[in-house]
């Protein structure tokens, strides 16, 4: 089975530019997610698709953070304008029709450099 | 009150010692849990799951439960350099429906 595919690995940007990330989930996981890393934290939770509807974006910063996730397969993440303290691994994850539950698997994530 | 909680280190243990992460979460109605491995550079690796009071072991790891107390713990035996990352305790909130990550604990394995 495949795993999450993102991209790209890496990005630097000047602070107020706009990025764009993207995830493509394993093959049939219904239930994706994008977290946030910033160095020496936890990841925490920015947005939560089940298929393509949002079930939870309460700590997406939605002044400059967008999400979608088309069709109920790939998604993007945006930051537009971005800001210095957006500097952060952007990790993508899914899981099963089991639910997380089981637990999830990430992907290898988007590093962020903004200068 | 942060939902999970663990000392972030670093927490050195000599090669061939048990190494122990500990963590403690406040949602009381939590039902699954979780200890993600993350290398530097990395993204987290699931490496145990634990739904049910007590132990579960899996080879050289002993992940551990205790609801009332609302702790849970990783045991490492026989602790190789190789085993040197951060360890993240993660909670799957029933009020939420989603996981819930602690800051990690850095582990130093001395060879």
């Known amino acids: 089975e495949a795993g999450v595919a993102q991209s790209p690995r890496y990005k630097i940007i000047e602070k107020r530019q706009s990025v764009a990330f993207w995830c493509n989930p394993i093959?049939?996981?219904?239930?994706l997610y994008w977290y946030q890393q910033i160095l020496g934290q936890g990841p925490k939770l920015l947005i939560q698709f089940q298929n393509n509807g949002v079930v939870d974006d309460s700590q997406l910063p939605k002044d400059r953070f967008s999400a979608e996730r088309l069709k109920g397969v790939d998604s993007t993440l945006k930051i537009q304008p971005a800001k210095l303290e957006d500097s952060a691994v952007y990790l993508c994850?899914?899981?099963?029709?089991?639910?997380?539950?089981?637990?999830?698997?990430f992907g290898s994530g988007t590093r962020l450099t903004v200068v | 009150q942060k939902e999970v909680e663990q000392n972030s280190g670093p927490l050195s243990v000599p090669e061939g010692a048990i190494a122990s992460l500990n963590c403690t979460y406040s949602?009381?109605?939590?039902?699954?849990f979780f200890w993600y491995r993350q290398y530097s550079g990395k993204s987290p690796e699931l490496i145990m799951s634990i739904y049910s009071n007590g132990d579960k072991e899996d080879g050289r790891f002993t992940a551990q439960l205790n609801k009332a107390s609302q702790y849970v713990s990783l045991l490492i035996r026989d602790s190789q350099p190789s085993d040197s990352a951060t360890y993240l305790c993660?909670?799957?909130?029933?009020?939420?429906?989603?996981?819930?990550f602690g800051k990690g604990t850095r582990l130093h394995i001395l060879p």
């Open positions: 093959s049939g996981h219904a239930t």
């Open positions: 949602d009381r109605g939590s039902q699954s």
């Open positions: 993660a909670v799957l909130t029933l009020r939420d429906d989603k996981i819930i």
């Open positions: 994850a899914s899981s099963s029709y089991r639910g997380p539950a089981y637990g999830y698997t």
